[in-house]
């Protein structure tokens, strides 16, 4: 384009000084480069026209008393003004009432018909419907017209009744006063109120240095150890954790973390969030080992409060127990109980099985299995993250805030060191299928 409109610039030149064979060489070079030139050419000197309109104004406005100027500028620089969270709604509303009632779609060639002009409005509606928010908000850059379609307060209500909803908010009734506390403004609540995004998966990169061994005594190994966390949440208030060791990326996770996964590091919870606090409860071993008082493997769903206030214990039977309390980290210590012939294991739930303990694995003492099934469990998991957005993006980070352990029979919470954990980083998810 830039080299189009150099050429074009000579050839408007030639002809300003007559000389028109050399000119109309110069437009028909300038067309085959491109064939918009001209339009593109018209934008430019728009452009470059209000620009110096601007500065014109700017030398030629009556200039103020030099004293009464300086003391308005001391007077801005100390004022702090109110932050106004309609602020920016109202510039985009400001701006949507300037444009014209007779809005329609312009065709790139003028020479063509447009029928998207034919398309009545009830139509389109229809259609934003099946869209996802990121692709409403690229087709309302295409022009005005379809900026006047997406704001429309038909799809956001629906669209916030769908999202917002019990376990993003406490009861249905909480969404009166969200609702109220935007001006009835639906687009800015989705925007700008705290939600756990469900079209794909939060991810957190982890990185530890394991000592090695070294044959000599001058030379220091370390290994960098690197593993991922990830979480989906559900709309009914499932979430599924997995912790994988570098062995698997996340483009061979993304495919088969479903409720029906069955592997070392997988758990099944519940979620709710309360403002930006997000509480993540009941974190259970679901790799098969063991058996979860109230889940139900074949439905993949949980009567486990989801308030988090009470816990179901494991019925007890004849058999020794072991059991071992978990932290994820290089330094991983196992307390056994008081069973006579208990004894201390780490099982690996939620953590890699390579002896360094990392994630929610160690943490699950469990009865020894017999043949009529797995093992009862006794522990589960709870944390709190906060979500965030940054740097880019909404609702795009999740930082771990506490992680606990929780033995089912005693109550006993057993906080969870964080050394090694990173912020969980949202990435969305197109299909799960392969």
């Given amino acids: 384009m830039e080299d189009a ?24 070079q300038a067309f085959r480069l491109d064939a918009h030139v001209d339009r593109a050419f018209h934008r430019e000197e728009v452009l470059r026209a209000n620009l110096q309109g601007s500065i014109a104004k700017a030398h030629t406005g009556a200039a103020p008393d030099v004293l009464q100027l300086t003391s308005e500028l001391q007077q801005l620089s100390v004022t702090q003004p109110a932050k106004d969270q309609h602020a920016a709604p109202r510039l985009l509303a400001h701006i949507l009432e300037s444009f014209p009632d007779d809005l329609k779609f312009e065709p790139e060639d003028e ?30 850059q295409v022009c005005r017209r379809a900026r006047v379609i997406t704001v429309d307060p038909v799809y956001w209500i629906e669209l916030v009744r769908r999202t917002y909803r019990p376990p993003q908010i406490s009861t249905p009734e909480d969404l009166l006063p969200v609702v109220q506390k935007y001006d009835h403004n639906f687009r800015q609540l989705y925007i700008e109120h705290p939600r756990v995004r469900m079209d794909g998966l939060y991810i957190a990169i982890c990185h530890y240095i394991r000592p090695g061994l070294s044959e000599n005594s001058w030379v220091n190994v370390n290994h960098l150890i690197t593993y991922h966390r990830y979480l989906r949440f559900y709309p009914n208030g499932q979430v599924l954790s997995l912790l994988a060791n570098e062995e698997l990326n996340p483009q061979q996770v993304i495919p088969i973390l479903k409720p029906t996964l069955r592997m070392k590091g997988f758990f099944i919870g519940n979620w709710y969030l309360a403002g930006t606090t997000l509480n993540i409860i009941n974190l259970a071993d ?33 058999l020794e127990r072991s059991t071992s309390t978990g932290q994820p980290g290089p330094s991983t210590t196992s307390a056994s109980t008081t069973s006579s012939r208990g004894h201390a294991r780490g099982h690996g739930g939620h953590g890699h099985g390579h002896g360094h303990g990392h994630g929610h694995g160690h943490g699950h003492g469990h009865t020894h299995s017999t043949s009529e099934g797995p093992a009862q469990i006794r522990y589960v998991f709870d944390m709190t993250l906060n979500v965030r957005s940054k740097p880019l993006g909404r609702w795009n980070r999740l930082d771990l805030v506490t992680y606990d352990s929780v033995n089912l029979e005693t109550e006993e919470v057993s906080p969870v060191p964080l050394k090694h954990e990173r912020p969980f980083w949202f990435s969305k998810v197109r299909s799960y299928s392969h």
């Fill in 5 to 28: 409109l150099a050429v074009y610039r000579k050839a408007i030149q030639h002809e300003q000084k007559g000389d028109l064979d050399a000119a109309l060489m110069s437009y028909r």
């Fill in 111 to 140: 020479r063509k018909p447009m029928h998207l002009n034919d398309i009545p409005i009830e139509m389109w509606y229809l259609v934003i419907r099946k869209l996802d928010v990121t692709s409403i908000e690229r087709f309302a």
């Fill in 286 to 318: 679901a790799s098969g080992k063991y058996v979860i008082p109230g889940h139900d493997f074949e439905t993949f769903s949980s009567s486990i409060s989801t308030a988090g206030i009470s816990r179901p214990s494991p019925p007890r039977d004849d």
